[in-house]
């Protein structure tokens, strides 16, 4: 799972970009905390499923029915996101500054492991 929110930062912070006025600026730090918060269900919908009782078959199921409803929830999201700012995606301004809101946004996570954390807390210098 760990990969998994790598992969998906890299891969917004690659795709975005926008230019500098405080409005748009505003709206970005508004998609990244949405698409953090997206990330962080992830990431404890994937908790939830590896801290279940294998021998509960139901509840495995159901965690795992959630699992795969969030993931798709981030591709949607992801998908919207990439079509709003496809334009813009260019500037290495944009790329920085998306990252760090995501990162900002993602360490309000409380099922971040502390190595993601870190990782995250990188990220923001």
């Known amino acids: 799972m760990k990969f998994m929110v790598i992969v998906y930062s890299v891969i917004f912070a690659c ?3 926008v230019s500098g006025c405080k409005s748009e600026n505003k709206e970005l730090k508004n998609d990244a905390t949405e698409i953090a918060n997206v990330m962080c269900k992830s ?3 994937m908790k939830n499923l590896k801290s ?5 078959s139901i509840r495995i199921r159901k ?8 993931e798709n ?11 709003k700012y496809e334009a813009k995606s260019a500037t290495r301004e944009f790329t920085g500054q998306f990252r760090r809101y995501l990162n900002e946004s993602m360490l309000e ?3 971040l492991s502390k190595e993601d954390r870190d ?5 923001m210098k």
């Open 15 to 17: 795709i975005s970009g």
């Open 109 to 111: 996570c409380k099922s």
């Open 43 to 45: 990431l404890e919908a």
């Open 63 to 70: 965690l795992q029915a959630e699992y795969k409803k969030v």
């Open 119 to 123: 990782n995250f807390e990188k990220g």
């Open 73 to 83: 929830e981030l591709t949607i999201l992801y998908g919207k996101f990439r079509k």
């Open 52 to 56: 279940a009782d294998p021998a509960d």
